[in-house]
């Protein structure tokens, strides 16, 4: 429900409502609701790991506390927390980081909002993955620059569509935004295409920020980042954070890492914001980062089985095809067929219907962006972050939902 403001009231800023919501959370919230109401929804909504964060992080956490670290910190961080983030950089990119290229944050999510605030003016165009998540676009037009879409196709195994991309490049083009795996298709840029959008952003002379919270989900393979790539490393901003990785979401820590003169801008940013982020939980990022990392191969391990088996089970279904999901924690099932034989004209009414009907809450194609041109299939999004009982059981209701309308 909308609430209006009384009238006699100022009215917002014009640019308030150019600011778009997150629609995981709204179903989310719905989700809570109707759980509180006592139905047993499976929710394959919002991207969150199902496993607790490792015991031996929060233990962290609680010595930090009761040595008395609640006071402000540095606005970038801990010295000691980038130079942990620093030296895991180098190994897992291979490039050398040291800690003044490192600003901490409370999430990835405000590192993805300084950097476009810090970088791009107004009516400068920002590339941005589509479907993709949602805060690049908005963001983007939130601070007066114009989102240009870089279409993700199911032709292109949710890769890169190179044409598409250099068609999109102007001379207004300012940032390249990449996100590899991908939110929400799970897709993952191939070699070929990371020095493809390199070679992009040194001909128009563009930044590119490479959104890499995924990085430890990647199925097969190594990851491999933008920055490692000859001449690339002054012009990306990488940010990452733990919320995924280490099953720390609501402990609201993330980071970036970029040229030392950008990462005093941030920081400067961040003082004029946050002022820091909470120091017990860096102190908790720490361990992250040099204690045991059993627990986090495991998580990923476990999302890697639970892709094969979601993307079986989804393809038993009649009218659904699931590409493999190649990292991160989702499969982007194509429900045309599905959306057809149900008399559903959108994948919204189709995830609409699952939610209210069978208890299955999944998030439509349109809560990741608009269609691109000539886009007519329909797709949702299923996060595996979820128990494999609990994948079985929500597919095997939307499988029965399906069939059922065949009937
Ligand atoms: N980037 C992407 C692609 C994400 O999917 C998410 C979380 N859904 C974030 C950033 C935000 O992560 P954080 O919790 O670290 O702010």
């Known amino acids: 429900m909308t609430a209006y403001l009384p009238p006699g009231l100022p009215g917002f800023a014009h640019r308030s409502g150019r600011l778009a919501?997150?629609?995981a959370f709204d179903v989310l919230a719905v989700v809570n609701r109707l759980r509180a109401e006592g139905r047993p929804i499976i929710s394959f909504g919002i991207g969150e790991p199902d496993f607790p964060t490792p015991p031996n992080i929060v233990e962290a956490a609680k010595a930090a506390l009761d040595a008395g670290m609640t006071r402000y910190g540095p606005s970038n961080g801990l010295p000691e927390l980038r130079e942990a983030i620093a030296s895991d950089v180098s190994d897992t990119r291979g490039i050398a980081v040291d800690a003044e290229q490192v600003v901490v944050a409370p999430g990835t999510k405000p590192l993805i909002f300084y950097t476009i605030a810090t970088l791009v003016?107004?009516?400068d165009e920002v590339l941005y993955p589509n479907p993709g998540f949602p805060t690049y676009e908005s963001v983007t037009r939130w601070l007066g620059?114009?989102?240009?879409?870089?279409?993700?196709?199911e032709a292109s195994e949710f890769g890169c569509d190179r044409d598409a991309l250099a068609a999109a490049m102007t001379p207004r083009t300012k940032l390249i935004i990449i996100n590899s795996p991908n939110n929400p298709t799970g897709g993952v840029l191939a070699a070929v295409d990371l020095a493809f959008i390199a070679e992009l952003a040194v001909q128009h002379n563009c930044w590119v920020l490479s959104d890499e919270i995924y990085s430890r989900l990647v199925f097969d393979g190594e990851f491999l980042s933008i920055a490692s790539l000859p001449g690339?490393?002054?012009r990306t901003i990488i940010?990452?954070?733990f919320s995924k990785t280490f099953a720390m979401t609501g402990w609201r820590i993330g980071y970036g890492v970029m040229h030392p003169s950008l990462a005093s801008a941030m920081a400067r940013?961040?003082?004029?914001v946050e002022s820091c982020t909470a120091t017990f939980t860096q102190v908790a990022a720490i361990e992250a980062l040099r204690g045991p990392r059993d627990e986090p191969f495991r998580f990923a391990r476990e999302f890697?089985?639970?892709a094969e088996v979601v993307v079986n089970l989804l393809n038993g279904i009649p009218g659904i095809r699931c590409a493999r999901p190649r990292g991160a924690f989702y499969a982007f099932p194509n429900v045309s067929g599905a959306c057809k034989s149900l008399g559903f004209e959108t994948a919204d009414e189709f995830a609409h219907a699952l939610l209210h009907e069978a208890d299955v809450a999944v998030l439509p194609r349109s809560c990741f962006g608009a269609r691109n041109t000539g886009e007519t299939d329909e797709y949702f999004r299923l996060t595996f972050a979820t128990s494999m009982e609990q994948i079985h059981e929500g597919i095997a209701r939307i499988?029965?939902?399906v069939e059922r309308g065949r009937q």
């Open 232 to 234: 690339m490393q002054d």
């Open 269 to 272: 940013v961040e003082t004029n």
């Open 21 to 23: 919501g997150e629609s």
């Open 145 to 153: 620059a114009t989102p240009v879409p870089m279409p993700l196709t």
């Open 121 to 123: 003016n107004e009516g």
């Open 239 to 241: 940010v990452d954070g």
């Open 304 to 306: 890697a089985a639970r």
């Open 399 to 401: 499988k029965a939902f």
